[in-house]
């Protein structure tokens, strides 16, 4: 009686393992974000998925807007870092549906994984608070489609440190709406005059 007790016990763990973490990522993979899924190796083609943000810049305190765009997923593990580093930096708020926050480098909110495998897509929406840091962020996930079907180290671009005032002036420079193209035109050539007389 105590080997068939033994042997269901056994059965048991293996299948757990071969499982993977349907309730979210270990914190052992905050570093490497590799999922433990055993027997299972990331895919080698480029990811279906890219990680989008509402701002190319950021500040301490104000949100950023993180979506993954691409096929339907069930698993995800994603974090904030700067380059040289694999510390989760800043913290996110408010998980979506079907998502947690997972600690990772002693922060409670350092990343965000999965809670379940029900599907998250295009809408679901991360919401990460940037820390008061001058280095460049990036984030990094990694998106399981499937628990045999995963990618790792999906990047998205580069944000660095603004100011209001910086991201104003950028944005307003960049402006050619149809209000301040006379402006434009009438700059441009006042300053061609004054060049040439």
């Not at 905050?30 to 890219?50: F, K, N, T």
């Not at 990618?151 to 002036?169: K, Y």
Request: aromatic share 10%.
């Amino acid at each position: 009686m105590k080997m068939i007790l033994l042997l269901h016990f056994v059965i048991l763990q293996v299948f757990y393992v071969v499982e993977g973490y349907p309730s979210g990522a270990p914190t052992g993979a905050c570093e490497d974000m590799i999922p433990r899924h055993m027997g299972v190796l990331p895919q080698p083609s480029p990811a279906p998925y890219s990680l989008l943000t509402d701002s190319r810049t950021f500040e301490a305190g104000k949100p950023i807007t993180v979506t993954i765009k691409g096929p339907d997923y069930r698993g995800v593990l994603l974090e904030a870092r700067t380059d040289g580093s694999t510390n989760a930096l800043g913290s996110w708020s408010l998980p979506p549906p079907d998502t947690k926050f997972l600690q990772c480098a002693g922060n409670p909110q350092g990343a965000v994984t999965h809670a379940n495998t029900n599907l998250k897509g295009n809408s679901t929406v991360y919401n990460w608070i940037p820390p008061s840091i001058t280095n460049p962020v990036y984030f990094v996930a990694t998106v399981a489609e499937q628990r045999t079907v995963f990618w790792l180290n999906v990047r998205s671009a580069t944000l660095t440190r603004g100011t209001t005032a910086g991201i104003g002036l950028a944005t307003d420079a960049g402006a050619t709406t149809a209000e301040n193209k006379p402006f434009l035109l009438f700059a441009t050539c006042f300053l061609v005059l004054q060049l040439l007389g």
